[in-house]
């Protein structure tokens, strides 16, 4: 076994750990779980970094155990909120529990038959036959209130001038989530849960059910809350959350958000999202360092974590994409790529569509101002021409070009260049 909390200690992955983890991790292989929000069917990269952990600890020899959280899902965390969530039903839960599992599934080994293979539990199926008379009786007793209002995530909620206070189905989050650990220490030997530092206040809810019903011991580790260096925050693009499911986020904007991080960040993040030995961090820095221009240690950090949320035929896409403007053969490039990352590598360029039946007809000057828009008038086309400005497909073009199908990128697009800095797509419908 490798020392869990060491490994996590250089990555930076370390916030709080309860006195004893460390060394009750290095006796033998331990139990730990995390447990996951199911209100989408998709993870995002704000979720990478409880990944991440259950991840390194069954690489350290110990076993992971994933807690979708079915029934705190119908109630909602308090922590870090300002309002309450919408509440899902059981129907929607399975589907998106399903859906997790198979993204969890390229970071934690489910499948072989070894003592640390990774489980997925849903607290769904030991709460719901759980009656509240039930709930207060053998579990609710055992925490008092006091206990309760102490936690952070309850006080900064009551708190807060922006909220309404919080309901007592809020209230009792705690007490469910401590009741998980409670049933999975006896059920699974699970003797650690694992979490964001916000999660600090309801895990040692937990330690605490566990000592005081199964008079046992318990452990807390939790890992920071990561920041970007801009003060923006981590996991958001201009279009919300960057998802860990292609149809929500596709590979090329995954793989851009990476690339685009600040140098600072980025020397952050490969340690936190790659499973490379720091020997290897520590080298791809240096060489970062004297060529930062060059920005090899973004690329490398979107290589890694591309293909291994994606494939790595995807991440060879996505790299391909964001060359392509800059490809000396950017015609058949560019004719290679499918629909949707061609239109994420355009997305927000101007558009102008025309009919299959005028292209025919369409000479430069309709196509930069006449029947596009794309420049005020027809004289700032020609002029634009004449000054050879212009390009279809990243070839120049003069006033006398004529258009055709030829020229259709996926048999719909054909991408136009005023200068540099002047994109325009016309499709044709």
Known sequence: MKNFVEEL????????????????????????????????????IGNLVP?????????????????????????GDPSGKSSERNLLDEKTLRHNQDAIKDQLAHFLDFESDVANSAELVNNYDWMKEFSFLEFIRDVGKHITINYMMSKDSVKNRISSESTD??????????????????????????????????????ITTGTELIRRVAQGKGFAITCPLITKS??????????????????????????QYWLNSSDEDAEKYIKIFTFLTEDEINSIIAAHQEVPHQRGLQKRLAEEITTMVHSKSDFENAEKASNILFSKTFKADIKTLDEKTFLDVF????????????????????????????????SDARRALKENAVSVNKEKVKEAYQLSEEDLINDKYIIINKGKKNTYIIKVV
């Not at 809020?170 to 989530?177: G, K």
């Not at 801009?230 to 793989?255: A, C, H, I, M, Q």
């Not at 025309?354 to 794309?374: H, R, V, W, Y």
Request: hydrophobic residues 35%; charged residues 20%; negative net charge.
């Open 165 to 202: 206070g919080m309901s007592f189905t809020e209230f009792t989050y705690q007490l469910v989530q401590g009741y998980d650990f409670l049933h999975l220490y006896r059920e699974n030997n699970c003797s650690i849960q694992m979490g964001g530092s916000d999660q600090w206040g309801n």
């Open 51 to 75: 990944i991440m952990l259950l991840a390194h600890y069954q690489r350290c020899g110990h076993k992971p155990f994933a807690l979708v959280g079915g029934a705190t899902g119908m109630i």
């Open 230 to 255: 801009d003060g923006s925050k981590f996991g958001k693009s201009e279009g919300g959350n960057v998802w860990l499911d292609v149809n929500r986020t596709s590979p090329y904007k995954f793989y």
């Open 9 to 44: 200690k250089w990555r930076g992955m370390i916030h709080d750990t309860m006195p004893g983890a460390e060394e009750h991790l290095m006796e033998t292989m331990r139990s730990a779980y995390i447990g996951f929000d199911p209100t989408a069917d998709s993870l995002h």
């Open 347 to 378: 997305e927000g360029v101007p558009q102008a569509e025309i009919s299959k039946d005028e292209l025919p007809q369409l000479d430069m000057i309709g196509a930069l101002a006449a029947q596009t828009n794309f420049l005020a008038s027809n």
